[in-house]
């Protein structure tokens, strides 16, 4: 409720008294610190410098050496779900985020929109006095709000952010990222081929907002989220930063496993006496394929080249990323400012399986179910991490950068996908420096700890909503007494199916493979490990304490009740992502595209994946046009049709694959044409892909003819949005050069139709479809 207005009016304003404490904005607490996350995705515990691993992280070693170091802190073991908890402090299935945006379902713990309940800590902050920005990776913005028209209200400028700069999706195309200013998308800024890289930019812009309050509101304290896309797929670094790991990986990653445990013991990470685990812990009756790693001494010397030559990349992608926050770092400590930042560094989730057993060239195959060959990706070896691949490294090396843990993201019943790096720093706060803390501590914590830190409670009501308590503990208890018992008690996890809890040292964990399609979770086989003394979870004791583990399954489903995680859900992606949810426009079989409108999501574009489309446009041609007309994706997986030397192509770019599937019609006729291209669809192939035929249209005369492939996948066809009147920097074909605006012509509109109405019927109603004048 507002203050009360305590002044006095009267007529004339010389006999009035005025008062503005009902309209004055809150002041932040007195010596308040500013508060800066790093978060990075899909990163294990043994991968980086602070832990032992091999890649090296000077800005993460700096905050280490002048602050603490973390062996216990934990997330959801997926990236949507734990960057909710980061908002919140609350449980992820609290915030409706049972797992990524792309999987929303109509339940109260999966509906995948922060609740009025949730406030979040930028709003807290906001209201108290604080600038908010938010730079890099959201995934926290329900698909079907990803386009131009959609709603905002998830957006980070309706969640407590003054500022966002970054992308909203899962992963981004580190060379040519789909970027979001604020609330409307941009193009970046310059090219590659000019020294451009997403993690530079961020840095360049995160060093922008800074500078621009500093020299504004230098007294005003700030919060700042910077979640670059390193990690996660593509792993995109440049050249520089590749060689400086070369042959650092070549002993393999079962020999880095037994290396980097050492290290880790012997720096404190882990206890003396900690075990490895099995390379393959799950079952043959519950495993995933895709996830199985396989053993380095079965591969052959190309393979290992491959392989080590990929965790190359994956290390550069790193180390580029950790130097790009350095030069923040340095900003902070040249301004005066470091002293009173709060930063916490850390990652989101364990290290990524979803390179498979073989790593991958092009990441999106693993979205369509289809296979990578070792000719192929052979072929792409020097252009690894460059702008030419979509890579991502194979499962072997998810395993070892989860070192000692079994398993890896998505696995939430074990600690490979939940525990994770986790260094704070802060001078005036932390007197310790250098240290380590094995408390056992989770995502959901970080909240509570920035607002302990800054003088500040999450209110029991917002905006008139009475609010969920956080289920996260503040962590300062533990930044000066490295001795100090853990806080928290309890700590359920569940994801993708799998499921696990934690409490006072103990941890029961269901075996049970994520998106496997298996269900019967009643016949699930649970686990007990006590933590306390077995840190990687490598002694099953459930035999041994069989009232322990039943006490801690009783537990779980005490916490299931609380937070709203069921039902539980294990089905494969294709039919998650398939789901029928509530959309902002009614279902329609028929799309209309006009030009000189900003890139449509792939989220909310039509979907001809898997089935039979059409695409119709109607365009004034003159001796003179060139350009694309209509693009989908980019080179590594799309389609687009576009004018060049006076004939209309139409190319199918299956998953980057070469060559190109190409459709050429002989030279066209100045005038008011309606051109464009039928797919019908006639079966699949050995992988599920669409077979079928394709037809060039111009008129209703089919102008080439012949077989095509086409992609299946549930997620996209490579991520990049639908653009009418030219192509993304990045294009679907190598026919023409990015950009290649359509020129010497207009186009008035396109359509793209995916009913059963044949082509030539939708040919006779394009004139009606677009306004000609």
Not at 632 to 658: Q, T
């Amino acid at each position: 409720m507002a203050e009360p207005f305590r002044g006095v009016i009267k007529l004339d304003i010389r006999d009035s008294v005025p008062d503005w404490t009902p309209y004055t904005l809150p002041k932040p607490p007195e010596g308040a610190p500013n508060i800066l996350i790093v978060l990075y995705d899909d990163t294990g515990l043994a991968a980086w410098s602070p832990y032992g691993g091999r890649i090296s992280m000077p800005t993460m070693d700096r905050l280490a050496d002048n602050g603490v170091t973390y062996t216990q802190w934990h997330t959801t073991a997926l990236c949507s779900p734990t960057r909710s908890t980061f908002l919140t402090g609350r449980n992820h299935h609290v915030n409706r985020c049972a797992s990524i945006t792309e999987g929303s379902m109509g339940f109260p713990g999966a509906a995948g929109r922060l609740p009025a309940e949730c406030a979040t800590v930028a709003q807290v902050l906001q209201d108290n006095g604080f600038a908010t920005m938010w730079l890099g990776k959201n995934h926290n913005v329900p698909v079907e709000d990803l386009s131009p028209g959609g709603s905002r209200s998830e957006w980070p400028l309706s969640k407590g952010f003054d500022r966002f700069y970054g992308f909203l999706g899962g992963e981004t195309n580190q060379w040519y990222p789909d970027l979001i200013e604020d609330n409307h998308a941009i193009e970046p800024p310059y090219s590659p081929e000019d020294g451009y890289h997403l993690s530079k930019d961020l840095a360049d812009q995160a060093i922008r907002m800074l500078r621009d309050l500093r020299s504004s509101a230098p007294s005003k304290p700030w919060f700042m989220w910077f979640c670059p896309g390193a990690n996660h797929a593509p792993h995109h670094s440049p050249q520089e930063y590749i060689d400086k790991y070369k042959g650092v990986f070549d002993d393999g990653y079962e020999a880095y496993r037994e290396w980097v445990l050492a290290r880790m013991i012997e720096r404190g990470v882990v206890p003396d006496g900690t075990e490895l685990t099995p390379l393959n812990p799950m079952p043959d009756d519950v495993a995933n394929e895709a996830d199985y790693v396989r053993p380095w001494a079965e591969l052959n010397d190309d393979e290992k080249k491959l392989f080590c030559r990929m965790a190359e990349v994956f290390a550069g992608f790193s180390e580029y990323t950790d130097v790009q926050v350095g030069r923040i770092v340095d900003f902070l400590e040249q301004t005066g400012q470091l002293d009173n930042t709060l930063i916490f560094y850390c990652a989101d989730n364990g290290a990524s399986g979803e390179g498979t057993p073989n790593g991958s060239v092009n990441e999106n195959k693993f979205f369509n179910g289809f296979p990578d060959s070792l000719e192929e990706n052979m072929s792409y070896f020097d252009e690894l991490g460059g702008p030419e691949t979509y890579n991502h490294y194979p499962t072997g090396w998810a395993v070892a950068f989860s070192t000692p843990f079994q398993m890896f993201k998505r696995y939430a019943q074990f600690a490979g996908g939940t525990c994770d790096p986790l260094v704070i720093h802060w001078p005036k706060g932390i007197k310790a420096r250098g240290e380590m803390r094995h408390q056992y501590h989770h995502s959901t914590d970080i909240v509570p700890t920035i607002l302990e830190a800054v003088g500040l409670q999450m209110p029991t009501v917002y905006r008139g909503v009475e609010q969920y308590p956080l289920n996260g503990v503040s962590m300062r208890y533990s930044f000066d007494d490295a001795h100090a018992p853990t806080t928290k008690k309890r700590q359920y996890f569940a994801m993708l199916g799998t499921r696990g809890i934690w409490q006072d040292g103990w941890k029961a964990a269901a075996l049970h493979a994520p998106i496997s399609g298996k269900g019967h979770f009643e016949a699930d086989r649970w686990e007990l490990y006590h933590v306390d003394e077995d840190r990687a979870e490598a002694r099953n004791l459930a035999d041994e304490h069989p009232q322990k583990l039943q006490e801690l399954i009783a537990a779980w489903f005490e916490e299931a009740e609380a937070n709203f995680v069921l039902p539980l859900d294990d089905r494969p992606a294709i039919e998650q992502i398939n789901d029928e949810r509530p959309q902002g426009e009614p279902p329609r079989s028929r799309y209309i595209y006009f030009p000189h409108t900003s890139p449509v999501p792939e989220s909310t574009a039509v979907n001809i994946r898997g089935r039979s489309y059409r695409i119709l446009a109607d365009v004034e041609v003159t001796s003179n046009s060139e350009g694309v007309i209509f693009a989908h994706g980019s080179r590594f997986g799309g389609h687009s049709l576009f004018i060049k030397d006076r004939k209309l192509h139409y190319v199918y770019n299956f998953l980057g694959i070469k060559p190109e599937q190409v459709f050429v019609s002989p030279e066209l006729d100045a005038g008011q044409l309606t051109v464009g291209v039928e797919f019908v669809r006639e079966g699949v192939g050995e992988h599920m892909e669409s077979l079928g035929t394709a037809k060039l249209y111009v008129g209703e005369t089919v102008v080439a003819e012949g077989p095509m492939r086409a992609q299946i996948g549930p997620f996209t066809l490579c991520g990049d949005g639908l653009c009418v009147g030219f192509d993304s920097a990045d294009p679907v074909s190598r026919l023409y050069q990015p950009g290649f605006p359509f020129t010497g012509g207009r186009i008035l509109g396109v359509g793209v139709d995916v009913s059963e109405q044949q082509y030539v019927d939708l040919a006779r109603e394009a004139a009606a479809a677009f306004a000609r004048d």
